[in-house]
């Protein structure tokens, strides 16, 4: 074959083989754009906002222990110490489980259910280390770091309850009742208020960091509890008074280091909104340190160290709902205006009727976290300061929509904790024995003791 009729025959074949590739090369021509599109809108998670999240949510772990065991276990007489730790321990942990199993998927299975997140994500089905969870503008972060993040919560929220009948409660009783509680009053209030489908969520109610999932649901459990196991033996006679009040303090102050990872992680990036949070979590509260510290000084002569402590909390936890909402102005005179109102329902109110709440659970929590959710609809506002209403929403359509959001919280806390009590108690029973209670809880319930003369 000569040069000539090879080259004409390669080029014959060359042709052929352009004109069977064209449809293919056409295709990938075309599915490349599409391709590099879809690889572009794959949510990426934020690294900043990722590690934010992680630090927030170890300081929310540092809340429950050793802060809020350590403040309540202050609280408490000697002999009870350890079974305050203990509780706070154990219960944070069952509850982590519970979280991970089923919580989750309770709270925020993506039902469109307003009351139940569904069972779609039991056993954290579909989660993997590229799921991703949406913040409050276009980023996302990983779903794990979420998933872990609400779990401080829902593990930190049912030991508040304990602090309400320390010193009495069986130790089954305790882990037992804060089981049910959790699967039937708080991952339902959970997935209603913070779900985008959730009934109090589509009402557009504001609740920041969690002033009726956390506090008032907290307090109001706490209670009735406090009235249904009854009193402490030798309640108003023998003396109850903290056997640590140093322990108190470095407890509250644990508490009021890790809130910064509880309001400003609700965020749930590193934004202007968290430091917005940041700002009013130091000033509500110093706010109602100083307030409460004033009032104690008109009414009894001297302000107490107790004072101080409780003032603290009080101030965490009415900025709680507000902290990313309301201005740092608005967030001083929601602290100012708490610590009086808390104060007049642990020294007046309480004794009144005559319930026994130890560590003043729903003084301090309940009524601090009932003002917070009210006064959240008003320090919203522009004009005050705050990030402002949704289109449309006046101050007083936005006040009635928190006032139906806490009332619907109390309500389905107060009845379903009755319920839960009296199930508890037909199940392991809820007081231990006068003899046990008069040892001391640490030797009758552990076997051990905080203290050795």
């Not at 809108?41 to 065991?69: H, S």
């Not at 699967?183 to 557009?204: C, K, R």
Request: net charge neutral; proline share 3%; with cysteine.
């Amino acid at each position: 074959m000569s040069f000539a009729k090879l080259n004409s025959t390669l080029l014959r074949i060359g042709a052929a083989s352009a004109a069977m590739l064209a449809p293919v090369v056409a295709f990938a021509q075309e599915a490349a754009p599409a391709a590099a599109e879809a690889v572009a809108a794959a949510p990426v998670p934020n690294k900043g906002d990722t590690a934010f999240m992680f630090v927030c949510t170890i300081l929310v772990l540092f809340m429950l222990i050793p802060g809020l065991a350590l403040f309540y276990g202050g609280l408490v007489r000697a002999k009870n110490m350890l079974s305050v730790l203990m509780q706070c321990t154990v219960i944070g942990s069952a509850i982590m489980i519970a979280w991970v199993l089923y919580g989750y998927s309770f709270a925020f299975g993506g039902s469109t259910n307003p009351y139940f997140g569904g069972f779609a994500k039991l056993f954290l089905a579909g989660v993997t280390p590229d799921s991703t969870a949406a913040t409050f503008s276009d980023a996302v972060i990983p779903e794990y770091i979420f998933i872990v993040f609400q779990m401080t919560f829902a593990a930190i929220t049912p030991a508040l309850i304990v602090g309400a009948f320390a010193e009495r409660i069986k130790f089954s009783a305790s882990v037992l009742f804060c089981l049910l509680w959790v699967t039937f009053i708080y991952f339902p209030i959970a997935h209603m208020v913070w779900d985008a489908n959730g009934l109090i969520f589509g009402w557009g109610a504001l609740d920041f960091a969690g002033g009726t999932v956390v506090h008032i649901n907290a307090g109001v459990a706490g209670l009735v509890g406090a009235i249904m196991v009854g009193k402490r033996t030798g309640y108003g006679k023998d003396m109850m008074a903290p056997h640590s009040m140093t322990l108190t303090l470095v407890g509250a102050a644990m508490l009021w280091f890790g809130w910064f990872g509880f309001n400003a992680g609700s965020n749930l990036e590193a934004t202007g909104g968290a430091m917005l949070a940041t700002i009013n979590t130091f000033v509500a509260t110093a706010a109602a340190v100083v307030s409460w510290s004033i009032v104690e000084t008109f009414t009894r002569g001297k302000a107490s160290m107790l004072g101080a402590a409780s003032g603290m909390i009080a101030g965490l936890v009415v900025i709680t709902p507000a902290a990313g909402i309301a201005g740092p102005m608005g967030a001083i005179v929601m602290g100012l205006i708490v610590s009086p109102l808390c104060y007049f329902f642990v020294s007046v109110i309480k004794n009144k009727f005559g319930y026994d709440d130890t560590a003043d659970v729903f003084g301090v929590h309940g009524i601090g976290g009932l003002f917070g959710a009210l006064a959240t609809g008003i320090f919203a506002s522009s004009s005050l300061g705050g990030i402002g209403y949704a289109d449309g929403v006046t101050m007083g359509a936005q006040f009635f929509t928190q006032v139906k959001a806490v009332l619907v919280t109390v309500v389905w806390c107060g009845v379903g904790s009755v319920i839960l009590f009296k199930i508890t108690d037909v199940i392991v029973g809820l007081r231990v024995p006068v003899e046990a209670e008069r040892e001391g809880l640490d030797l009758a319930s552990h076997g051990e003791a905080a203290y050795h003369n």
